[in-house]
């Protein structure tokens, strides 16, 4: 079983010829850690990749972040989201979009974990909201390896969770050796992305490992089950995973707060529906 | 009531809660509660960008929402793996509240 567990690893060692890595990270990386790189200058660089600037805007405008007005340049986004959660983004967007076009439900179900992730954030009052939605945004990224890159085990895992009433998790961990969270955390780790979304992708089952980010994973963790909760999206399995007694705590949760926030994310996931309708009805019309 | 995508709204249906700007969601509604929607009150505000609206009664079935039993029968099926686990729990119970707040009036 260990070798199915390195070779898995291998392959997301490899995953470098997915359209994931734009070429422009590479001067991206060295200008953002000169700090007298100004945002104009950082917005001119992002700016000049046409395309990709259109991908990241695309998704600062979903409504996951809630900006009550349009975001309509890279230097806006820079400034209201921050040069790391920007540079996820850029990051993220093209198998992002790989997941619109390939992967409908777990695309709805990320958008949804992303909404569900700020009205926490903002109702429990937590630092950093725009790294919290991000990190939810992406913490299913594993999963989308395994379906592009795990095409044959992919169909397995699922014939095993219909035949066995499983989790994705539990049937990841069945034949894999493996799961989409720890897969997901090669994924970060190798596309060096920042320690608070490591950890809530790596940890977003197992809230107690997360030792340097544990309110973010909490966040995130709460967002999925939120969002499984609802029925809304599919990510694999209808399961809702146990809430985690460590979030409970970390986020100093009690019933009240919890019923205001589901209200609320209840609400959202229909502004989320909406925008995946259009999103999927551009498509087609595009296609 | 039910909150439903603006792109499902047609004429006939009744503003369950007043209708804000999307630019400006804490500024004076654009449509108030008790309205009941017309074509040419759905163009305007399609032209405004509302994303969502909620209406009265439930006129829209969703995905998976046919009935309140089917409804519930749902939530008992997703939170299967969790059952008898106090906190979540207390979200099922959450949930199954607003499902029935929802399909009742």
Known sequence: ?287 | MQNIPFTLAISGMVLAKDVARTDNPGGPPVCGKGLILTDQMIDRLKNMGIQSITVEGHPIRMDGDNSLEEMLAGLDRRFKKAEGDPLTMKLKMIHKKQIIKSMGD
């Open chain 1, 1 to 287: 079983m260990e070798d199915k567990r390195r070779e898995v690893r291998h392959i997301v060692r490899n995953v470098k010829s997915l359209p994931t890595i734009p070429g422009i990270m590479a001067k991206l990386n060295s200008i953002a850690e000169d700090e007298k790189a100004t945002v104009n200058e950082i917005a001119r660089l992002i700016s000049s990749d046409q395309i990709l600037s259109a991908k990241v805007l695309k998704l600062v405008n979903s409504p996951f972040y809630g900006f009550s007005r349009r975001v309509s340049t890279i230097s806006n986004a820079l400034i209201l989201l921050g040069v790391n959660v920007v540079k996820s983004l850029i990051l993220s967007s093209s198998i992002f979009e790989l997941m619109e076009k390939n992967v409908v439900g777990l695309w709805e179900h990320s958008m949804g974990a992303g909404v569900a992730a700020n009205v926490i954030a903002r109702r429990l009052n937590l630092p950093e909201p725009e790294e919290i939605s991000t990190a939810a945004l992406i913490h299913d990224i594993g999963k989308v390896i395994i379906k592009i890159e795990l095409k044959e085990e992919f169909g397995n895992l699922i014939s095993l969770i219909k035949e066995k009433d499983m989790s994705m998790r539990e049937a990841e961990r069945e034949l894999l050796d493996t799961d989409h969270a720890e897969i997901g955390d090669w994924l970060a780790k190798s596309w060096l992305l920042p320690e608070k979304l490591i950890e809530p992708i790596a940890f977003h089952h197992d809230v107690e490992k997360s030792l340097t980010q544990p309110t973010k994973t909490s966040a995130v963790h709460l967002a999925d089950i939120l969002v499984k909760a609802s029925g809304f999206g599919f990510s694999g399995d209808d399961f809702v995973p146990k809430i985690h007694p460590a979030a409970w705590a970390k986020l100093g949760l009690t019933e009240e707060l919890l019923e205001g926030i589901v209200g609320e994310v209840e609400e959202k996931l229909v502004e989320v529906k909406n925008f995946s309708i259009e999103v999927q009805s551009t498509d087609d019309t595009q296609a």
